[in-house]
């Protein structure tokens, strides 16, 4: 094989390995937009006191509680609610993954942000690790709304993924 034709062949196995790695990165785009998709209804709970031996049923009741009252969003039914992770063995609680039934719209911008005073309980949108964005990220629509909780601890949600999504399905232009 002369220097020409190997120079060639190897420029060929370089354009192969280029589409290659452009096909990569769009596949892997692709699976982190459908984990997104697929976690649209999943709210993340930090913050929320854990009892030792607690039952995934006392976690809801914990959640329901939360939601209807101290965040004012009425009963939405939670098709399934659980600690992530081992059990810590300091006093820190787990996050808490909760999925809502039938409710793709979680509008509680409207209610306001309230401030908190002691040991926050955040929530935020459950995304993939490749499509989350810091919390202090409120511009472009994004929503946030606390409430005070029994012990002075505070509730916040906050979103920016899937306002697109919302406002495309109801067939409204979408800001770029």
Known sequence: MTLIEEV???KKEL???SEVEDKFIQLQSHIDYQEDYSRRNNLR???LDETPNETWEETQMKIQHLMRDKLEMGVLQLERVHRVGPKYTSTRPRTVDARIRNHTKLVIHEQGERTAQT???STSPAASVM????AATFAGGAASVGAVT???AVASWEASAGIEDDQREEGQEVAA
């Open 131 to 134: 499509t989350v964005t810091p």
């Open 119 to 121: 040991q926050a309980v």
């Open 8 to 10: 060639t062949t190897l």
């Open 15 to 17: 354009c192969k390995k």
């Open 150 to 152: 029994g012990a002075g």
């Open 45 to 47: 709970f930090d913050g």
